[in-house]
């Protein structure tokens, strides 16, 4: 079974411009998760989605946004980037297990640079 | 609110040595607990599980036993290879079951 896919794998970008990342789940998986991994503040959550509905956010500002297809392909948008915004972003999909635990599956990530 | 707590690394060790990297949390409720291992240049791999108390998860010698008593769940191996070099994250799921909160990382250095 193909694994988490994220493109592009590595992008750069000037302030100010904004950017829209992609991620296809593994097949039957419908919960697609964002993080952000930075050396300064580590992981962190950026949003979650099911069947086209987010259904947990994280603490990032507006400027951070996201949306699922009926594919349960995602995408994640950041507008007016800022140089803080250069990162990893992790793309994690997951199918609810028998025990009732997400267990989440992650893709390569996508590098962005900010300059 | 919840949060992960591991030791900071860097954990450098000779091959065949013993590992352990410490893990400690804090939630409301009983959250899932979580290893996964990064290596240099790709995303983040599942190495283990547990789901509830006294569980014991296990993948590729490495092992961790869900402590609810200690709020613990340290991450061992008997005898590591250069291969385990990586970075370790700990982490738990949060009360809705749909983000992950992870520690810091703990990067270890294995040489032979």
């Known amino acids: 079974k193909a694994g988490v896919t994220q493109t592009p794998r590595y992008l750069i970008k000037t302030r100010g411009q904004q950017v829209t990342l992609s991620c296809s789940p593994i097949?039957?998986?419908?919960?697609v998760s964002w993080y952000q991994q930075t050396p300064g503040q580590g992981l962190q959550f950026l949003f979650e989605?099911?069947?086209?509905?987010?259904?947990n956010k994280g603490n990032f500002p507006g400027r951070f946004s996201g949306r699922q297809f009926s594919n349960s392909r995602s995408e994640m948008n950041v507008s007016t980037l800022e140089l803080g915004d250069s990162a990893l972003y992790l793309c994690?999909?997951?199918?609810?297990?028998?025990?009732?635990?997400?267990?989440?599956?992650f893709g390569p990530g996508t590098r962005l640079t900010v300059t | 609110g919840d949060s992960v707590t591991q030791m900071e690394g860097p954990v450098t060790l000779s091959e065949e040595a013993c590992l352990t990297i410490?893990?400690?949390?804090?939630?409301?409720?009983?959250?899932?607990l979580f290893w996964y291992v990064q290596y240099p240049g790709e995303g983040l791999q599942l190495l283990l599980k547990?789901?509830?108390?006294?569980d014991k998860g296990s993948n590729k010698g490495f092992e961790a036993t869900y402590r609810k008593e200690t709020t613990s769940f340290h991450l061992e191996k008997g005898s590591v290879q250069v291969s385990d070099s990586a970075v370790y994250f700990c982490?738990?799921?949060?009360?809705?079951?749909?983000?992950?909160?992870f520690g810091k990382g703990t990067t270890l250095s294995v040489s032979s």
């Open positions: 994690a999909s997951s199918l609810f297990g028998v025990t009732g635990s997400y267990e989440q599956y």
């Open positions: 097949s039957g998986h419908r919960s």
């Open positions: 989605y099911f069947s086209e509905t987010q259904r």
């Open positions: 410490n893990c400690t949390y804090t939630a409301t409720g009983y959250p899932s």
């Open positions: 547990a789901t509830k108390a006294d």
């Open positions: 982490a738990l799921s949060d009360q809705a079951g749909t983000a992950l909160i």
